[in-house]
């Protein structure tokens, strides 16, 4: 990218954020009370888990965890280390062949996958490898931060794949899209872009999850469902979900009146040794709990 692109984005987001002060948006200053949500939450989101929470543990290790946990839909990442059968080859690096085994491997366990987390680089092969891996898998979006300077050629992968990009945000130093905002120009000119929203990261940027969700409503593919205990300090590992500074009642009802229909993903990224089944046991009740308090 040239050295004058990534300023003048900024400045953009920077205004972007400013006017955002003066000037509501259309769901902002819509009568809350027009909106009449159509959705049932228990089966019209998708529950399960975002592989990363069991990343001290092989692929089959991993999934195991997640059929102990009672859940069926599972986000798995790139990065993950695929077993001993592979070789512990890193998922983003496997065959074709060794995509299957796996793939094979989780139908087998009665699990569904319908996104992966992928990562490429600066060039647009390494790109084409996630695709081609993320389309064996069959999955009908990928969750990923692309580089500000390849939004249109990954847009136009995505499109030429078939699959839709979910864009995450980690927090601010270490993503572009820590702020919403970004997301949003992200997302407009690109038709295969939306959000993948994760819930705590946002607190980590002083970003209320609550505000985010709203900021990015029509465009959420996805959700990373996390707590952390404070706003504004990156350097939170994060906490049980329903034990931090997150409004989870608050955002359920939020998503069930945007009418949201997705993927809600449980990720922890801190170690609760031996392992965090027993917090992710734990956030599959407070969740059911919630969504039955919607009806």
Known sequence: MKKTILPLLLLTVFFAA???????????????????????????????????????????????????AGVVYIEPN?????????????????????????????????????????????TILSWKKQFDIAKQFGVQFVTTEPPLNMWDSIDSLAGAYGVKVAIHEHWKGVSHYWNPDTVLLAIKGHPNFGACADLGHWPKSGINPLDGIKKLSGHIIGIHLKDIAAFNDPKLRDV?????????????????????????????DAEDLPSNLSSVINTVKYYNDQIAKLK
């Open 78 to 122: 790139t990065f993950h280390k695929s077993g001993p059968e592979l070789k512990d080859t890193l998922v983003g690096q496997l065959s074709l062949a060794g995509v299957d085994k796996l793939k094979a491997l989780i139908a087998s366990k009665g699990l569904k996958m319908e996104s992966i987390y992928i990562n490429g680089d600066s």
């Open 18 to 68: 400013c006017n955002n002060g003066s000037k509501k948006t259309a769901a902002e200053t819509a009568d809350s009370t027009s909106t009449v949500s159509t959705v049932d939450p228990a089966k019209a989101w998708k529950f399960g888990i975002a592989l990363w929470t069991f990343h001290t543990f092989n692929f089959p290790e991993s999934l195991d965890k997640v059929d102990s």
């Open 240 to 268: 049980p979900v329903g034990t931090g500074v997150v409004d989870f009642p608050a955002i359920f009802a939020e998503l069930k009146k945007q009418n949201f229909k997705g993927h809600i993903y449980i990720e922890r």
